[in-house]
T-cell receptor, first 112, second 114 residues
Framework: QKEVEQNSGPLSVPEGAIASLNCTYS??????FFWYRQYSGKSPELIMFIYSNGDKEDGRFTAQLNKASQYVSLLIRDSQPSDSATYLC????????????FGTGTRLTIIP | EAGVTQFPSHSVIEKGQTVTLRCDPI?????LYWYRRVMGKEIKFLLH????????ESGMPNNRFLAERTGGTYSTLKVQPAELEDSGVYFC????????????FGSGTQLSVL
């Protein structure tokens, strides 16, 4: 079992709709959760991080964490073609500086 | 402000040759990480420097890989001798002390071993 699991996609969403990206993790001791966006051939770019159960909103993005279910998700509202990218879920096992454990990523395509 | 810079962006070498990858972190960032993505797999941690010291090198695949960060500034990752399975994208990332949420990645070095 992989430590961080994501559906590889591709996930296709019409422009203006809500894109929902999901991630599960196996280690109950995981403390910090991150969503990165990676355009093809570019560097991963941090979009959101979340530490506590519940929702965290930043503009069109909402991260949701459920530690009991070991589940973290990213919602993108009012999807734009520029949101088309691979979205990487990553976790760390404690706060502060520590190595990230990544999922394989979900490729998202926003259809105009 | 310059971001994390990696050089070269692409490298094609033959099996058995040596390759050295370089990473220049953001100025002032004590933490420097190397990660690798092999085709079709997830990005995996290789090692972590705090300044010039190796904090965690648990992800280094074997002793053909040598990472250095002399003076706590730029870092190099040498693969010697390279094997076919070393092909992939090598990412460097840096952050300030105590701020995993502000981790910045470089664009990566695409290494192809033929």
């Amino acid at each position: 079992q992989k430590e961080v699991e994501q559906n590889s996609g591709p996930l296709s969403v019409p422009e203006g709709a809500i894109a929902s990206l999901n991630c599960t993790y196996s280690d109950r001791g995981s403390q910090s959760f991150f969503w990165y966006r990676q355009y093809s051939g570019k560097s991963p770019e941090l979009i959101m991080f979340i530490y506590s159960n519940g929702d965290k909103e930043d503009g069109r993005f909402t991260a949701q964490l459920n530690k009991a279910s070991q589940y973290v998700s990213l919602l993108i509202r009012d999807s734009q073609p520029s949101d088309s990218a691979t979205y990487l879920c990553a976790v760390t096992h404690r706060f502060g500086n520590e190595k990230l454990t990544f999922g394989t990523g979900t490729r998202l395509t926003i259809i105009p | 402000e310059a971001g994390v810079t990696q050089f070269p962006s692409h490298s094609v070498i033959e099996k058995g040759q040596t390759v050295t990858l370089r990473c220049d972190p953001i100025s002032g960032h004590d933490n420097l990480y190397w990660y690798r993505r092999v085709m079709g797999k997830e990005i995996k941690f290789l090692l972590h420097f705090v300044k010039e010291s190796k904090q965690d090198e648990s992800g280094m695949p074997n002793n053909r890989f040598l990472a250095e960060r002399t003076g706590g500034t730029y870092s190099t990752l040498k693969v010697q001798p390279a094997e076919l399975e070393d092909s992939g994208v090598y990412f460097c990332a840096s952050s300030l002390q105590g701020s995993n949420e502000k981790l910045f990645f470089g664009s990566g070095t695409q290494l192809s071993v033929l």
